[in-house]
């Protein structure tokens, strides 16, 4: 097991990685990109951050996306994270398959939901901005007991 503890999370770049989501991520043992990627270039400059671990979304259909996996499984800290890009292609019962986490994006709304002991998280969009959703981050930290989460509204410059 990872003893990753503080996680940027970062979903529907869309290939425009801003430097304030950078800067958000900074200080993170470890990146999880949920999806809709839109190159390479975005995940370079985020493993020049940290360790990262990136899904294949919709839009990701390059080459350079060939060797993005659809899910993934990451041992963080405490947690046992499942990563896809869409909520709704989720084919397990997270809670018997003893995740902890499911981070998953595509919506473009940031979200935080707990069923069955379970912690559902999208960190939103931090791509361009689509109709009149915040552009957002997210940084999941596996130290304190609850885990903290906050999200990080990358155009307003606040947390929440």
């Known amino acids: 097991m990872s003893d990753a503890s503080i996680i940027g999370l970062i979903s529907d770049t869309?290939?425009?990685?801003?430097?304030?989501?950078?800067?958000?991520?900074?200080?993170s043992d470890l990146i999880i990109h949920?999806?809709?990627?839109?190159?390479?270039?975005?995940?370079?400059?985020l493993r020049a951050i940290a360790p990262v671990v990136a899904?294949?979304?919709?839009?990701?259909?390059?080459?350079?996306?060939?060797?993005?996996?659809?899910?993934?499984i990451v041992e963080a800290h405490s947690a046992l994270i499942y990563v896809l890009h869409d909520i709704q292609q989720l084919d397990l019962d997270s809670?018997?398959?003893?995740?902890?986490?499911v981070v998953s994006g595509h919506s473009h709304k940031p979200g935080r939901t707990e069923r069955s002991g379970v912690l559902y998280l999208n960190p939103g969009s931090a791509g361009?901005?689509?109709?009149?959703?915040?552009?957002?981050?997210?940084?999941?930290?596996?130290?304190?007991?609850?885990?903290?989460?906050?999200f990080i509204d990358l155009l307003q410059g606040h947390t929440n």
Do not use: C, M
């Not at 869309?14 to 200080?27: F, K, N, P, T, Y």
């Not at 899904?55 to 993934?72: C, F, Q």
């Not at 901005?129 to 906050?150: E, G, K, Q, Y």
């Open 14 to 27: 869309h290939g425009l990685l801003r430097q304030e989501a950078v800067s958000a991520l900074e200080g």
């Open 95 to 101: 809670a018997s398959a003893h995740f902890n986490i």
């Open 55 to 72: 899904v294949r979304g919709n839009i990701d259909k390059s080459a350079w996306a060939a060797s993005l996996p659809l899910t993934a």
């Open 128 to 150: 361009p901005r689509r109709f009149h959703l915040p552009v957002t981050v997210a940084r999941l930290n596996l130290i304190p007991s609850p885990w903290s989460l906050d």
């Open 34 to 45: 949920a999806g809709d990627v839109g190159n390479a270039e975005t995940l370079e400059r």
